[in-house]
């Protein structure tokens, strides 16, 4: 069944405004079968919206949209019994206990009462859910929540599963062991489409979509990613970040210079050659500084370098 | 159309309701507390109307015919007035519907001319009413003068047992006491079926955009029409529940004649419901909040029902425009068929107009729910 490489999902110049806002700008990028993609964006990037196109949902202004072989944009319809859809919010029937849930939906999607009671047996107790099967949906803690949303978006075994924000106010347990179950479902051949705008979460996915403004800043695989980053990484841990950046922001080699934590992040042309440099330059004011050096870019690092341009080989 | 997930749809529902008390609520306990609220509330009697009295003679002749009025249960004499004047003033302060002016020569053209003239100054802004105490205050003078003229004969030596040679007798038919309630209880029933229909669709609807399951649900690949139809029928059951228990109000608590046949009212009562239901999913696609949704429905359907319907206002007395309106309001079709079963007792035959244009109400509204309900968040 499963083609690796093959695209599942393909997506080409898609537009779609609210008013004036454009939440999505031009997007194309293309999800491969099997692989784990993750749509990555800060707060009103536009992941949602293309989550619920994706699912046939909302309708684009244009573009082509192509889903498990479907042209959603002509027959939204015609995706809906291959896919899965789950929304940001939480989207189950609050008075019906887990059980109804699962049977509520397993029946909308024809599911069969032994595929449903074999599927939901292995996921409540993959999900540790086993012991709550009557518990009502609105009285399970988030984690739950979250997991019983996925196991009613697996009941009928689809092929693609679109998740957005999945791990949203989740436990850092539970979200433990919903990752647990969503490398269980790519072994299983099944496609997953992630947005999220958790960067270290983003880390465990084979593929990512970097989303600012609507638009596709880079795709490529994590590490790939990182190798296309134009100069490196400086991390400068200062009691006083902001007077650091203001000071360092202009000084040569540097490309750009962000407040992350209780630092700054500086992307430099050549790391050797501009620490030195940026040490001196430091110690001849009253900036204190605990830590400088040199380390490796992380996702968070190649949002804001591609925010700034600094990503090569970019897709215009 | 997949009956599997409509029903699974309908289960749903029923859940819902049993689970939720509020729903429990407005389905029992509103229709029972609005037929109790408007029953005792709206009153349409014309019985006791406030009566101002301003008699410019002050003789034996005048205070009998006054005492008249006072003795008739058609009438309450609120005041006695001294001046043209305080009787207008009470006119417009609304003290009296009615103010009755004997002139000072009553007596003496009784006995002069034998006829004569008394002044009736009537509150017209209700003009249902204004029309009542006028019918009424004209039986009281007619049998006031055929006293009168039975006294002057026997006067004259005739014989006293001759009795009134003709009398006017009105009888309204139908609803013989015009018993204020027996009107009334119809009426309120059309408001509280239109409302309760339409608030039952339009929170379920409006309450799933609110709350995000629309947006799962329609992720699924239910159909439009099987969301509409599986809403519908534990709703109808409802609606229908309903009308059992304001029909059973309006017999037992009431006493309103229910003179027609159950299957009758059950059949005009479902396509009825068909149609405030149906609005009800109008209103919630439309708004998509429970606040929103209540607003409208409460507004769309109050309003109309109470004012447009026929049940507190006459349409035969309606300006041409609002008349012409009152034919998109379907509730006037419902008051019209619910007045002829209850207080009639007619037979579908009688009422197939009505009950035609009723049902052709529910099939274009159920057209729009399917062409209104989209499986789209935008
Ligand atoms: N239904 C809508 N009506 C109006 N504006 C909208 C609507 N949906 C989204 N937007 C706007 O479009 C932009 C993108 O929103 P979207 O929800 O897709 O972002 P997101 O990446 O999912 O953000 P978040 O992380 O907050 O979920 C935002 O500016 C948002 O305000
Ligand atoms: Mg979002």
């Not at chain 1, 293309?50 to 889903?67: F, Q």
């Not at chain 1, 030195?276 to 968070?300: A, D, K, W």
């Not at chain 2, 006028?134 to 039975?150: F, G, P, Q, W």
Request: charge should be neutral; charged fraction near 20%; aromatic fraction near 8%.
């Amino acid at each position: 069944m499963s083609h690796p490489g093959e695209s599942i999902v393909a997506v080409r110049g898609l537009r779609r405004s609210f008013g004036s806002t454009k939440a999505v700008d031009g997007l194309s990028f293309d999800v491969s079968r099997g692989e784990i993609f993750g749509l990555v964006g800060p707060d009103g990037a536009g992941k949602t919206t293309v989550m619920r196109i994706l699912a046939g949902v909302l309708t684009a202004d244009s573009g082509s949209v192509e889903v498990a072989g479907c042209d959603v944009r002509r027959y939204p319809e015609s995706v809906k019994s291959h896919i899965s859809y789950m929304p940001q919010r939480f989207g189950l029937y609050e008075n019906l206990s887990i059980d109804e849930n699962i049977a509520f939906y397993a029946g909308l999607f024809g599911v069969s009462r032994r595929q449903r009671e074999e599927v939901a047996a292995r996921l409540l107790a993959l999900t540790g859910l086993s012991r709550f099967r009557s518990r009502l949906a609105g009285k399970l803690s988030g984690g739950m929540k979250q997991k019983l949303a996925l196991i009613c978006a697996l009941i009928h075994e689809p092929q693609l599963v679109l998740l957005d924000e999945p791990t949203t106010g989740v436990d850092p347990i539970s979200r433990g062991e919903l990752w647990h179950l969503l490398y269980e479902l790519q072994a299983q051949a099944v496609t997953l489409l992630i947005a999220t705008a958790y960067l270290e979460e983003a880390e465990r996915c084979n593929e990512l979509a970097l989303i600012h403004q609507g638009r596709l800043l880079a795709c490529d695989k994590p590490e790939h990613l990182k190798r296309r980053m134009a100069g490196e990484v400086l991390r400068l841990v200062t009691p006083d970040p902001r007077s650091a950046r203001d000071y360092l922001a202009a000084a040569e080699g540097v490309r750009n210079c962000v407040l992350i934590g209780d630092g700054i992040r500086l992307v430099v042309d050549n790391a050797e050659l501009r620490m030195p440099e940026l040490r001196s330059l430091m110690l001849q004011t009253e900036l204190r500084f605990s830590s400088f050096e040199q380390v490796s870019p992380t996702i968070e690092d190649l949002f804001v370098a591609g925010a700034a341009g600094l990503l090569q080989g970019a897709p215009q | 159309m997949n009956a599997r997930r409509t029903l699974l749809v309908a289960r749903k529902e029923v859940t819902h309701v049993l689970r939720d008390p509020r729903s429990l609520f407005l389905v029992l306990l509103m229709p029972l507390a609005q037929m109790m609220f408007l029953g005792y509330g709206v009153n349409l009697d014309a019985k006791h109307i406030p009566l101002c009295i301003f008699d410019r003679e002050g003789s034996q002749a005048s205070r009998t015919l006054l005492s008249w009025f006072g003795a008739s249960e058609y009438f309450s004499v609120v005041n006695v007035l001294r001046t043209y004047d305080e009787s207008v003033a009470a006119l417009d302060a609304g003290r009296c519907r009615m103010a009755l002016v004997i002139p000072a020569d009553f007596s003496r053209e009784v006995n002069d001319k034998g006829k004569t003239s008394v002044q009736a100054l009537v509150d017209a802004t209700d003009d249902n009413h204004a029309n009542l105490a006028i019918v009424y205050a004209r039986a009281v003078l007619a049998t006031y003068s055929e006293k009168l003229r039975l006294d002057y004969l026997g006067r004259r030596g005739f014989a006293h047992q001759l009795g009134p040679i003709l009398t006017v007798e009105t009888r309204t038919w139908f609803n013989e006491e015009l018993e204020n309630r027996n009107l009334v209880v119809p009426g309120v029933m059309v408001i509280v079926m239109a409302m309760v229909g339409a608030l039952l669709t339009s929170l379920t609807i409006a309450r799933e955009w609110e709350v995000g399951t629309m947006e799962q649900l329609i992720s699924t690949p239910i159909k439009p029409m099987e969301i509409a139809l599986g809403k519908l029928i534990p709703y109808f059951a409802i609606g229908l529940l309903d009308t059992a228990l304001c029909a059973e109000i309006g017999v037992y608590w009431f006493n309103v004649p229910m003179r027609g046949s159950i299957v009758t009212l059950t059949l005009a009562s479902s396509l009825f419901l068909v149609v405030a239901l149906g609005s009800g999913f109008l209103y919630s696609a439309v708004t998509k909040s429970q606040f929103g949704a209540t607003l409208v429905a409460l507004l769309m359907t109050y309003m109309p029902s109470l004012l447009l319907s026929g049940f507190a206002f006459p349409i035969s007395q309606m300006p041409f425009a609002v008349r012409f309106v009152t034919y998109f309001v379907p509730a006037r079709y419902y008051v019209t068929i619910l007045k002829g079963i209850f207080l009639k007792g007619v037979g579908l035959k009688s009422l197939a107009v009505p009950t035609l244009v009723l049902g052709l109400y529910a099939i274009v509204v159920m057209v729009q729910v399917t062409a209104i309900l989209r499986k789209t968040v935008d």
